[in-house]
């Protein structure tokens, strides 16, 4: 009897996958012939493949690759990791209302951290009462290293995706916002606003109103702890302020100064100067401001916000190696954290933490067995599928509301780059079935619109 059970349940789920696999043959039909596509559908409930279509052929996951920076991430560091800025000093003996020594603001990849994080900082210090600092303001953030900008994410690619710093320290995404005016008469300087504002910061205003369209082109750079905004070229009148965001290319150096400002504008004296440099092995801890791990990676999957996600590769890099955070230690940290569980294959290959870059590699396979991996993982589930976004409902899922089935029955990742469209995640059926889904197509042709509804179909 048992024998006979077997059989005809093995018999309905063949019938099953061959009625899948029927539909899907016919939903990839309509792609172009130059179109790549790969495909591993899964069952959630005990990792049987339920389809396959190209799953151990590496592709370019876009922003896919989201998905192993922030399962690394949890995996690695813990759902209760918290991502800090911190305010210390090298006095340890704080009396009478004065640091004899150097203030530091240090960064451990607090990506979020912005002014009014700052602001907080400053309360709590005021709390000990302190009145003056006879030494330096210091931003230090040697927990990551240098390279603030990646030269492997390629020129047509980098049009499109513009990264502010990544840093250990940041503050405001390290950037600035100009804000700029032409309402008055032709040829005349354009008005200009500037948040934060700071008294290191100084304007070379040299645009003008113009009758015709003309475009700014702003530049800023550091001298003697002076910021110096350069604005050129010029902006066609009208009644609308125009604003810009502005990298910064210092950022340690920036934070420090405007956490000088920020402290003699609250009446705290600071005898020193604003500088760069590392905090000492001996410290005292004044305040901190941080982020919790699931807080950060569904800032990261909801939205599929690249800076956030290098910021966090970074984090993996310094926290895996316990070394300067850094790409090669965080590629290091992803491979190793899924290997010996057969997620990742030869195939893989992750060289940042966003997606952007094309010399990330990885099959569907590889993206559906992790997923597979975190579904059945009581301890990291729950921060994990928070993080991605439902269909039809929020992040960068939410304007895919063409089917009305799947409008909060998928939860998962987008991916786009040009010529890449990708999605993958966790698809609950009509019959309350629960699959794992990765669908990555390489294009040349028809768009990703169009490639996008074919992942719908495929999904429905």
Avoid at 18 to 37: G, H
Wanted: with cysteine.
């Amino acid at each position: 009897m048992t024998k006979t059970i077997f059989i005809f349940l093995l018999l309905v789920s063949l019938s099953l996958n061959a009625q899948i696999n029927s539909k899907l043959q016919k939903i990839i039909s309509d792609l172009p012939a130059s179109t790549n596509v790969a495909i591993s559908i899964l069952n959630a409930k005990n990792g049987e493949i339920i389809l396959e279509k190209n799953s151990a052929i590496p592709m370019i996951p876009a922003s896919n690759t989201k998905l192993f920076t922030t399962a690394t991430a949890l995996y690695l560091m813990g759902k209760e990791h918290l991502f800090d800025t911190r305010l210390l000093t090298d006095d340890e003996e704080i009396s009478n209302g004065i640091i004899n020594g150097n203030i530091y603001i240090k960064g451990f990849g607090n990506s979020t951290f912005t002014t009014n994080d700052l602001d907080t900082l400053i309360i709590k210090l005021k709390e000990y009462g302190i009145k003056t600092i006879t030494g330096n303001i210091v931003g230090d953030d040697s927990y990551f290293d240098k390279l603030y900008t990646r030269d492997d994410w390629i020129i047509d690619e980098r049009a499109n995706v513009k990264l502010p710093p990544v840093s250990a320290l940041v503050i405001n995404k390290n950037q600035y916002v100009i804000t700029l005016n032409s309402k008055d008469q032709y040829g005349t300087k354009l008005k200009y606003s500037i948040r934060p504002d700071a008294n290191f910061i100084d304007v070379e205003m040299n645009a003008k109103v113009t009758k015709f369209r003309a475009y700014p082109r702003i530049t800023s750079s550091f001298n003697n702890n002076r910021l110096l905004v350069k604005v050129n070229g010029g902006l066609r009148k009208r009644n609308r302020s125009s604003s810009y965001v502005v990298n910064i290319d210092n950022p340690p150096l920036y934070f420090a100064l405007l956490l000088k400002e920020k402290l003699e504008n609250n009446g705290i004296k600071v005898l020193g100067n604003p500088q760069v440099g590392k905090t000492p092995e001996n410290f005292e801890e004044i305040a901190s401001q941080g982020i919790k791990i699931g807080e950060l990676i569904s800032l990261i999957n909801k939205n599929s916000n690249n800076y956030l996600a290098e910021c966090l590769f970074k984090s993996l890099g310094a926290y895996y190696s316990g070394e300067e955070g850094n790409s090669f230690y965080a590629t290091q940290a992803v491979l190793s954290t899924f290997v010996e569980d057969n997620v990742i294959d030869d195939q893989t290959a992750v060289v940042d933490g966003s997606g952007i870059s094309r010399f990330n590699t990885i099959t569907t396979g590889s993206i559906s067995r992790l997923l597979y991996k975190v579904y059945k993982d009581q301890i990291y589930y729950e921060d994990f599928y928070k993080s991605l976004s439902i269909y039809g409902v929020d992040g960068t899922l939410k304007d895919r509301s063409s089917n009305l089935f799947l409008t909060g029955n998928f939860k998962g990742k987008t991916g786009t780059l040009n010529g890449v469209t990708a999605i993958s995640g966790y698809l609950t059926t009509k019959s309350n079935t629960n699959y794992i889904v990765s669908i990555i197509m390489e294009f040349k042709e028809k768009g990703a619109s169009f490639h996008k509804n074919i992942e719908d179909k495929i999904l429905i």
